[in-house]
Nanobody, 122 residues
Framework: QVQLVDSGGGLVQAGGSLRLSCVAS????????MAWFRQAPGKEREFVAQ????????NYASAVMGRFAISADNAKNTMYLHMNALKPEDTAVYSC???????????????WGQGTQVAVSS
């Protein structure tokens, strides 16, 4: 069983930056892929970014490409999402997830953090 605790959300003005963190209780073959998803009010949850723990594979949604960066610190069992040039449309609850496949579909991820709110004001 893998437990994920995500944090780092907050209120920021458009153009600002935030760094989200996701600490994993352990790493196993079930959690070789780490990802961030987000869900805005009234919308479906959507893929944001993913990485393997060794960083060999990283992928981003087109909406965040060039503005967000995902990284992982193996020694700390922690994944980060560095968010820059934030826009009001980035406002959502961001959740980290762990799984064993490089997939952009949330249903393929077995473990989830509790979510952290990001609000971007215009």
């Amino acid at each position: 069983q893998v437990q994920l605790v995500d944090s780092g959300g907050g209120l920021v003005q458009a153009g600002g930056s935030l760094r989200l963190s996701c600490v994993a209780s352990t790493r196993s073959w079930r959690s070789t892929v780490m990802a961030w998803f987000r869900q805005a009010p009234g919308k479906e949850r959507e893929f944001v970014a993913q990485t393997t723990w060794n960083g060999d594979h990283t992928n981003y949604a087109s909406a965040v490409m060039g503005r967000f960066a995902i990284s992982a610190d193996n020694a700390k069992n922690t994944m980060y999402l560095h968010m820059n040039a934030l826009k009001p449309e980035d406002t959502a609850v961001y959740s980290c997830a762990a799984g064993s496949n490089l997939s952009r579909e949330d249903k393929t991820y077995s473990y989830w953090g509790q979510g952290t709110q990001v609000a971007v004001s215009s």
